[in-house]
């Protein structure tokens, strides 16, 4: 199919045809030649765009405008969460989390906790394997992965997760004194890490900030009529402003 003769049969300008794709006219001729020449398009959301509109069975403008509008919609949806680079399927995850986890915080019983744990979890996974490990229990365990996948190495984990898991919702989890002091040693282990790690944070943003206060107060004398061989630094530091910072 010759696609712009097509577009022209259509009444479409091929200006007007770019804006609603929104790329560039320079894109949308290569996107055209490619398709024409049955190559596949650089981007697999506008590949598919593209099989639906220039499908045969689209027959007059009114068909090709609605076809076009859906898709516009997902254009616009997809550049406003900056997400048109991404896949299809990366895409269509990241929206139904996106809708789900709205339609959640939006309910009176929302847990902020799980949040905050998703956040954490997001974040470490790659670092930490043992937080993959532990989603993946819940995936193995509920039919969405093949527990026949699981690695020789990884069986003593879930198995132990499970008898953990099956204890608790059994009512049968008995308290350790010994292994509960553990978990409080470790925690302080954590939290005195975190500590310090906050407290190089605050040092160096507040230096960095101090730098830049004092390098304008340089800057503020220079304007003046200074040279920088005669600014005092008592001075200047005198005339700096603290609770900038």
Known sequence: ??????????????????????????????????????????SEKYQI??????????????????????????????????????????????????????????SEDYCKDIYAFINMLVRSYKDIPTYRRFSDYFLYLNGKKDINDIVEEDK????????????????RLVYDSELFSLFENRVNE????????????TEKIMKEKFDELVRKAIKDKIKQGYDVKDIDPETLFDSIDLSDL
Request: aromatic share 8%; no cysteine.
């Open 156 to 171: 003593a984990f879930y198995a132990n997760l499970y008898d953990l898991m099956k204890k608790d919702t059994e009512n």
């Open 49 to 106: 765009i593209f099989e639906n509109l220039f499908d045969d069975g689209i027959e007059t403008k009114e068909e090709f405008e609605n076809v076009l509008a859906s898709y516009r919609h997902l254009i616009q949806r997809d550049k406003i969460l900056g997400v048109k680079e991404l896949s299809v399927e990366k895409t269509d995850l990241l929206s139904d989390l996106i809708g789900l986890i709205k339609r959640d915080i939006e």
């Open 190 to 201: 954590i939290l005195i890490t975190q500590n310090e790690q906050e407290e190089d944070l």
């Open 1 to 42: 199919m010759e696609i712009k003769l097509r577009l022209k049969e259509l009444g479409i300008k091929l200006l007007e045809f770019a804006k609603e794709l929104d790329i560039s006219r320079p894109t949308l001729d290569n996107y055209i030649a490619l398709y024409e020449k049955d190559e596949d398009l650089p």
